[in-house]
């Protein structure tokens, strides 16, 4: 099975902040990733698809980037209602997996 | 509107069976794969197995392949996912997904716990 794993588990930023989250994968996944984004108590939303296409009605100031084997969520300016946990997920090869998540707090 | 509602979870005992559904409305359900969506109690996410849009193929985490089955309806818009001989570890949240270019929708989500 293919592994990934986030990094941090926990990020603690500011409203405005620049936040740059990680999906790194135990091999090469073609950049068949996704990232979703769960807030407490709500079932997961998609966010980007195919690493970096804005899934639509989310907002720019989410964006996606990566290849090979490394992955990042990039939140351009932080807003309080980015607070969530997010997940990055492969479909490169199965069985599919998701990483165990970053949780997004506010300073 | 898409809209995905899970039912059928509940408490059950270890080594028994239970069998999930999920509605859909709001789209052409026999035009999409779709896929089942665990979360634990400790939020870790599980791709379970998913559907082709007419219910020929079906793919499954090789851990629960032997327990779990995926089926649908067309005519009457439900997915389903059978479980049996639960155990413990299959206390969770299950979600219905529907997948297109990733996992569009998604259903509320249904608890399952399993204890004695």
């Known amino acids: 099975d293919i592994q990934m794993t986030q990094s941090p588990s926990v990020l603690s930023a500011s409203v405005g902040d620049r936040v740059t989250l990680s999906c790194k994968a135990s091999?090469?996944?073609?950049?068949?990733l996704d990232w979703y984004q769960q807030k407490l108590g709500e079932a997961p939303k998609l966010l980007i698809y195919?690493?970096?296409n804005l899934q639509t009605g989310i907002p720019s100031r989410f964006s996606g980037s990566g290849s090979g084997t490394d992955y990042t969520l990039t939140i351009s300016s932080l807003q309080p209602e980015d607070v969530a946990t997010y997940f990055c997920f492969q479909y490169n090869s199965g069985p599919w997996t998701f990483g165990g998540g970053t949780k997004l707090e506010l300073k | 509107e898409v809209q995905l509602v899970e039912s059928g979870g509940g408490l059950v005992q270890p080594g028994a069976s239970l069998k999930l559904s999920c509605v859909a409305s709001?789209?052409?359900?026999?035009?999409?794969?779709m896929s089942w969506v665990r979360q634990t109690p400790g939020k870790t996410m599980e791709w379970i197995g998913d559907i082709k849009y007419d219910g020929s193929y079906t793919n499954y985490a090789p851990s629960l392949k032997n327990r779990f089955t995926i089926s649908r309806d067309n005519a009457k818009s439900t997915l389903y996912l059978q479980m049996s001989n639960v155990r413990s570890e299959d206390t969770a949240t299950y979600y219905c997904?529907?997948?297109?270019?990733?996992?569009?929708?998604w259903g509320q989500g249904v608890m399952v716990t399993v204890s004695s």
């Open positions: 091999q090469n996944i073609n950049k068949n």
């Open positions: 997904t529907r997948w297109e270019r990733g996992f569009d929708y």
């Open positions: 195919f690493t970096n």
């Open positions: 709001g789209f052409t359900f026999s035009d999409y794969w």
